[in-house]
């Protein structure tokens, strides 16, 4: 009741107790909260639920399917409008600089400032922007986007009939919610084509990422043409630098980029000098 009208952060959320997490399910559809204990009553549970979960053996195995590996129902798993699998991959220079950071917000001779000088946009003022949207801001849904969404929603169903991941009436109103968030964002007084074209995106890269149905096939198949000419492009005795691999190879250079740092992970190429890759 206390984050009604707000955001309600649940961290360990795997670790819940199943009561609790079938108060939550009720919570969620209906917005209200029943308590029948030692004080009765029932309250309004307006808000945004942010939680974060650990995959049941501690990490995510990339070649099964992502949701398989969540302890939660699925009746509570699709409540949430959108999912996002965080993976730690090992990555020298992001590693060093959350190292860095870590430990110089722990040293006390390191000077803090409130403001981060770095920053394109100031924290501040993006909390005042989106604290605006949120109570000045309130676009309306117009009967001429229907069509978008219908047909979205109608090819979602037939590439998802035969998965083990089912598209129910859930989704219309995900994007419909993502859609009116986004016009908020940009101060509209009416959700237009952009706005639900963009929701529609973010709706399905999420799918795609969740590692379900008909398009994460097609999206491991094209991964694994990279991936073979890659190793078609290495040597075992002589390096290949990563600007002759990128010339050579007709694809984009953050798929390429990401397909070496996961044969590196897997122990099939290594980077001996630095930009140039062969096989191991």
């Not at 307006?46 to 969540?70: D, L, W, Y």
């Not at 981060?116 to 501040?124: C, D, F, G, H, S």
């Amino acid at each position: 009741p206390k984050a009604n009208g707000g955001v309600i952060f649940i961290d360990e959320f795997d670790k819940l107790p199943d009561e609790d997490k079938k108060g939550l399910n009720d919570s969620i559809e209906t917005q209200r909260l029943r308590i029948n204990k030692a004080v009765s009553g029932e309250f309004e549970t307006k808000c945004s639920v942010f939680a974060c979960a650990n995959p049941k053996n501690g990490q995510f195995n990339e070649e099964k399917n992502i949701v398989s590996q969540i302890n939660m129902d699925p009746t509570l798993f699709s409540r949430f409008d959108l999912k996002f699998i965080m993976i730690d991959e090992g990555e020298e220079t992001k590693d060093k600089e959350i190292c860095n950071h870590i430990l110089k917000s722990q040293c006390e001779d390191e000077e803090k400032t409130e403001e981060n000088t770095n920053e394109i946009i100031p924290a501040l003022f993006i909390k005042k922007y989106l604290f605006y949207c949120k109570y000045n801001v309130f676009p309306i849904f117009k009967s001429e986007n229907i069509s978008l969404i219908q047909k979205y929603y109608l090819n979602l169903r037939k590439q998802y009939s035969e998965t083990n991941y089912k598209i129910n009436i859930r989704e219309i109103n995900t994007i419909m919610r993502l859609s009116i968030a986004y016009a908020k964002l940009h101060l509209r007084d009416s959700v237009n084509s952009d706005d639900v074209n963009f929701a529609i995106k973010l709706h399905n890269q999420n799918l795609i990422n969740l590692g379900t149905g008909f398009q994460k096939l097609l999206f491991e198949e094209e991964y694994k043409v990279i991936e073979n000419e890659i190793l078609d492009l290495l040597k075992y005795d002589k390096g290949t630098k990563i600007n002759d691999i990128l010339l050579n190879l007709e694809h984009e250079e953050n798929q390429i980029q990401d397909k070496i740092t996961k044969l590196k992970s897997k122990g099939l190429i290594v980077e001996y000098i630095k930009g140039e890759y062969r096989k191991r």
